[in-house]
């Protein structure tokens, strides 16, 4: 099985703040990952796959990194939409996610 | 628009059965692989199972594997999920998600979910 490890796994930021979050894969996974973001009681939305393609709609300041073993997501500007659980997901062997990144507001 | 309606989740004893439903609107349902994916209550994801676009090929989680069956009927633009044997453990939202790709997918649709809770 390949384990998907995010970091870190809380992160507090304040609005305008540039943030990255970080997912490594136990085994190269080439580009086949995808990341997600998640509010309360809602289901997951894709924001990147294939490791830096932006899914239609999703704003500019969502981008991706990153192959091999080690991802980045990075957000460039954060915005008070944007605070939710981030989950990387790899989809080279079979699927599966990280344990997540809750973006939390300072 | 893309539409995935989740439905079946219920209160179920520990052992029983139930069957979810994802009615799916809005795209050509044939042209996708379909997934289940569930979270427990304050945890994270876990893919469940996949079926091919014409139903020929199923993949499993090993959580599940001879527990549930994903299946899938096109002409009703639907799918589905047997779940059987079903433990405490197995309580959580389940949702289905649409998969682009071939085989090798990420998820870019998914449905509200609908919760199973297992408990005597």
């Known amino acids: 099985d390949i384990q998907m490890t995010q970091s870190p796994s809380t992160l507090s930021a304040s609005v305008g703040d540039r943030v990255t979050i970080t997912c490594r894969a136990s085994q190269s996974i080439d580009t086949l990952l995808a990341w997600y973001q998640q509010k309360p009681g809602k289901a997951p939305k894709v924001l990147i796959y294939?490791?830096?393609s932006v899914e239609s709609g999703v704003p500019s300041r969502f981008s991706g990194s990153g192959s091999g073993t080690e991802f980045t997501l990075t957000i460039s500007s954060l915005q008070p939409d944007d605070f939710a659980t981030y989950y990387c997901q790899q989809y080279y062997y079979y699927y599966t996610f990280g344990q997540g990144t809750k973006l939390e507001i300072k | 628009e893309v539409q995935l309606v989740e439905s079946g989740g219920d209160l179920v004893q520990p052992g029983g059965s139930l069957r979810l439903s994802c009615a799916a609107s809005g795209f050509t349902f044939t042209s996708y692989w379909m997934s289940w994916v569930r979270q427990a209550p304050g945890k994270g994801l876990e893919w469940l199972a996949n079926?091919?676009?014409?139903?020929?090929?199923?993949y499993y989680a090993d959580s599940v594997k001879g527990r549930f069956t994903i299946s899938r009927d096109n002409g009703k633009n639907s799918l589905y999920l047997q779940m059987n044997s079903l433990r405490v453990e197995d309580s959580a939202v389940y949702y289905c998600?649409?998969?682009?790709?071939?085989?090798?997918?990420?998820?870019?649709?998914w449905g509200q979910g609908t919760l199973v809770t297992v408990a005597s």
């Open positions: 294939k490791a830096s």
């Open positions: 079926v091919k676009r014409d139903g020929s090929s199923k």
């Open positions: 998600a649409r998969g682009v790709g071939d085989k090798s997918i990420y998820f870019d649709s």
